[in-house]
C-alpha cells in the first residue's frame, strides 16, 4: 500500500477488478469468522449493480454497512446497514472497500479526481480517482477506524463493530502480509495495461469502421450516434459536465445558396473555432442543421462561460473569411451533475431568444 498518503492513479475498470478481488476476499473468510465489510459506493446506481454480492456476504454473517449520498434510505438487502451522507460531505467522493477480521484485511480507498481519461471510450468508464490499496491487516483497522468516526451509524452497528475490533486485537498480526501482496501487486499492473490494451483496440477499430455513424463523413464532426454511446451510464450527482450548445444560424442554408464548397468551407470554419479551444477529453457533437453541441467533461461554470463567449466572438470573425458570409451565433450553457443531461432544455434555452437574444446564457443546473 502506498504510504506517502497521495495514492496512485486508478481509472474505473482496475477500480472495480480490485473491489471484485476484495468482495471475493470477505467470501472467503472462514465460517464463523467475525468479519467487518464496509463499502463506500458515492450513490445507490452503483450499489445496485454490486448488491447480490453484499447480500451474499451480509449473509455469510459479516457486519455490512454501505454509504452513499442520497436524501432517503433506498432499499437495502437483508442484513445490510445503510450509512446515508449528505451531498456536502467528502466522503460523497470516496469509492473505497474494507474487509476486517481477525485473520485478515483488505482495503482499497480511492477519491474521486472528478476528470476523466481522454482515450476512454465513455466518460464513465473514463473517470480517475487517485488511491490506495492493501491486504494488510494493519492498513484495514485504519480504514475501519477512520470510517467509524466519520458514518453517521446506528449505536447497534457501532457495538457491533467495535466488538470485532476487540476481537480482532486479540490476534497477533498475520505474517507474511508484504510476501501476499507482491503476487497481487503484479496481478493489478497487469490487468490495468490489459485493460488499457483492449480500451485502445477498441477505439482504433471504432475509428476505422466505415459503418460505425459515429462521425460525420463529410465534415469529420461527431454525430448523436457517437454522443449516446460516449454518454451511456452517466452516474447522477458524481461528474461535473459542462455543456455549451452553439447555434450558428443560417449555415444550415449555405448550401443552398452558395454550393457544396461553400457550405463545407463554413462548417470546417465553425469546427475549428471551436476545436482550437478544447482538451483532448472534450467532444463537438452536430445535433442539428445549426446546432454543435460541446461536451466538457470537469469544466467550472466560469470556463465554460469564457468558452462561450470565445466561440461566439469567433464565428462572428468567419464572415472575414471565405466563403465571407456571417454567420451569427448563440450559445447556451451550464455545468451540471444531473442525469440525464438537460441538452433539451439547452435547445429550448436558445430557442427562446433566437437571433435576438445575448450571445450567451447559463442554464441553472
Not at 218 to 224: F, M, S, V, W
Request: hydrophobic share 45%.
Amino acid at each position: 500500500m502506498d504510504r506517502s498518503g497521495t495514492g496512485e492513479l486508478l481509472g474505473k475498470p482496475v477500480l472495480i477488478e480490485l473491489s471484485h478481488a476484495i468482495e471475493q476476499f470477505a467470501l472467503a473468510a472462514a465460517p464463523g469468522e467475525p468479519l467487518i465489510v464496509i463499502a463506500m459506493f458515492q450513490k445507490h446506481s452503483y450499489f445496485e449493480r454490486a448488491k447480490a454480492v453484499y447480500q451474499e456476504i451480509a449473509a455469510h454473517g459479516a457486519l455490512t454497512v454501505i454509504g452513499m449520498a442520497e436524501d432517503a434510505v433506498p432499499p437495502m438487502p437483508p442484513g445490510v446497514a445503510p450509512a446515508l451522507l449528505p451531498a456536502t460531505d467528502p466522503l460523497t467522493r470516496e469509492w473505497s472497500v474494507t474487509v476486517l477480521g481477525p485473520h485478515g484485511g483488505a482495503t482499497l480507498t480511492a477519491t474521486d479526481l472528478e476528470t476523466v481519461d481522454p482515450v476512454a471510450r465513455t466518460i464513465e468508464e473514463g473517470r480517475t480517482f487517485r488511491g490506495r490499496w492493501s491486504f494488510r491487516r494493519e492498513d484495514a483497522i485504519r480504514a475501519v477506524l477512520r470510517l467509524r468516526s466519520r458514518l453517521r451509524l446506528p449505536a447497534p452497528v457501532v457495538a457491533r463493530m467495535d466488538e470485532i475490533l476487540q476481537a480482532v486485537q486479540l490476534v497477533t498480526e498475520p505474517s507474511y502480509q508484504d510476501w501476499w501482496g507482491v503476487p497481487a501487486r503484479y496481478l493489478a499492473d497487469r490487468m490495468e495495461a490489459a485493460v488499457r490494451a483492449r480500451t485502445a483496440a477498441e477505439v482504433a477499430l471504432e475509428a476505422v469502421a466505415e459503418d460505425s455513424g459515429e462521425r460525420d463523413p463529410r465534415t469529420g464532426l461527431y454525430t448523436e450516434k457517437f454522443l449516446q454511446r460516449w454518454t451511456a451510464g452517466l452516474g447522477a450527482g458524481t461528474l461535473p459536465i459542462g455543456l455549451a450548445l452553439l447555434r450558428v444560424f443560417g449555415i444550415a442554408e449555405v448550401r443552398a445558396d452558395y454550393g457544396l464548397r461553400a457550405e463545407l468551407a463554413a462548417l470546417h470554419g465553425v469546427s475549428e473555432c471551436v476545436q482550437d479551444l478544447l482538451t483532448s477529453v472534450d467532444r463537438v457533437v452536430r445535433i442539428g442543421r445549426e446546432d454543435f453541441l460541446v461536451v466538457l467533461p470537469s469544466w467550472p461554470p466560469e470556463k465554460v462561460m469564457w468558452f462561450c463567449q470565445e466561440v461566439c466572438e469567433r464565428v462572428a470573425r468567419l464572415e472575414d473569411v471565405y466563403p465571407f458570409i456571417a454567420l451569427p451565433g448563440v450559445a447556451a450553457a451550464t455545468v451540471t451533475r444531473n442525469r440525464p443531461l438537460p441538452i433539451p432544455q439547452l435547445v429550448h434555452q436558445v430557442e427562446l431568444g433566437g437571433r435576438a437574444s445575448e450571445p450567451v446564457s447559463l442554464l441553472a443546473d
